[in-house]
């Protein structure tokens, strides 16, 4: 069962989401508020899993919520602007459900979270019976538009981020996720990759040459940034 926290400050909008929660199997309702002070009070003493949080209330918005809570659970951020979409998922949302919310959209953003939350089980699973191995993994989920992939970690050759994104290349494929560098520089080992630009992430074992604080990459050609000189040149030593 997922834990579920409803935050809004309009008393009839957390009555639709507790009728349509009351109707997905493996969702619980754990506590519903007006309050963000009091959902920030409920997430502090554990136990929640995921919130179904409105962005915009008086005292404390959405956003500055997730920023407080950090990683302690997962968020689906509810509203009536579409125009806060793309910082919600700038946020880690897992979804972003547009008002007035439909049972068939809202059940699409439950399984996306169940999905997540077994993927990130499965990951401390793996990492409690092997607590040596930090971060020594051999794939990562990354998020794209509608689900989660999985990519090897053996496949990519770099990452470059864009404005409000990265792309992950691989010889066959690039994968956009709205995600940013620091989580995915946090997500890969750090053994086999390095970080050589704001804007880049390489793969240690594939580049072919370096010339001049240039960085030749299968058909990439990266500028070594100065503030990551000095880390690149002795990891590579």
């Known amino acids: 069962m997922i834990r579920c926290l409803i935050v809004d400050d309009k008393p009839l909008a957390i009555d639709v989401l507790k009728h349509h929660l009351a109707k997905v199997p493996f969702l619980e309702l754990a506590h519903s508020t007006t309050d963000p002070l009091d959902a920030l009070n409920q997430v502090m003493k554990g136990g929640i899993d995921l919130i179904f949080l409105d962005i915009q209330m008086p005292e404390l918005s959405g956003l500055q919520l997730t920023k407080i809570i950090g990683t302690k659970c997962q968020v689906i951020f509810t509203t ?32 996306k979270a169940q999905f997540v939350l077994q993927a990130l089980a499965a990951g401390n699973q793996t990492q ?107 990891a590579i030593s």
């Open 80 to 111: 009536a602007y579409s125009e806060y979409a793309l910082e919600g998922f700038e946020n880690n949302a897992i979804d972003y459900l547009l008002k007035p919310v439909s049972f068939e959209r809202f059940y699409k953003a439950a399984e």
């Open 128 to 234: 409690a019976l092997s607590p040596t191995s930090d971060k020594e993994t051999d794939h990562i989920f990354v998020k794209t538009e509608y689900k989660l992939v999985r990519v090897n970690t053996a496949d990519i050759v770099y990452v470059e981020g864009m404005q409000n994104y990265i792309v992950i290349c691989t010889p066959t494929e690039k994968i956009t996720s709205l995600q940013t560098m620091k989580k995915t520089e946090e997500q890969l080992p750090s053994s086999q990759f390095l970080r050589v630009h704001k804007s880049f992430i390489v793969a240690l074992n594939k580049i072919s040459s370096i010339e001049r604080n240039r960085i030749y990459i299968a058909d990439q050609v990266i500028a070594l940034g100065d503030v990551y000189k000095d880390a690149f040149y002795k």
